[in-house]
């Protein structure tokens, strides 16, 4: 049986992605578009692997875009479930950038989503079972 906080911490996701001109505006860097689909990706990806249910998104919260991230970056992106109410889960999500050929690397964008679980009937439903 797991608690809480051991389903919090197995369920920390990361994923890494080039950034490639089909993703990236005239500027040059990453769409704000792209990076927000990409972190709503891996916060659902974290919270269904801290439920293992269906969940959905129902808000995102204060999305901070703090540094533009160029094309010919490579973005690792970290989600991990910071919060737990009884049908839904709080995700924050961290876009570190680095640097292809150095070992620079910072914080680019971060934000928060949140899920609810849901039925087959799309009814809400505990998030995690009430044992935990």
């Known amino acids: ?3 809480i906080d051991e389903l919090i911490k197995k369920s920390e996701t990361r ?5 490639f001109p089909n993703t990236t505006n005239h500027y040059e860097t990453l769409f704000g578009g792209t990076a927000l689909q ?3 990706e891996v916060s ?3 919270a269904t692997r801290f439920s293992r249910k269906k969940v959905v998104t129902i808000s995102t919260d204060k999305i901070d875009f703090e540094k533009p991230i160029p094309e010919g970056t490579i ?4 989600a991990k479930v910071t919060k737990v109410g009884r049908t839904s889960c709080l995700v924050k999500v961290d876009i570190y950038k ?3 050929y150095s070992y620079d690397r910072e ?6 989503f949140k899920f609810v679980a849901i039925d087959n009937n799309k009814n809400s439903i505990p998030i995690i079972d009430e044992k935990k």
């Open 75 to 78: 973005i690792e992106l970290v």
């Open 107 to 112: 914080l680019a964008v971060s934000g928060h």
């Open 15 to 19: 994923i890494f992605k080039a950034v």
């Open 98 to 100: 680095e640097d292809m």
């Open 38 to 40: 990409l972190m709503d």
């Open 1 to 3: 049986m797991n608690t």
């Open 44 to 46: 659902f990806i974290c």
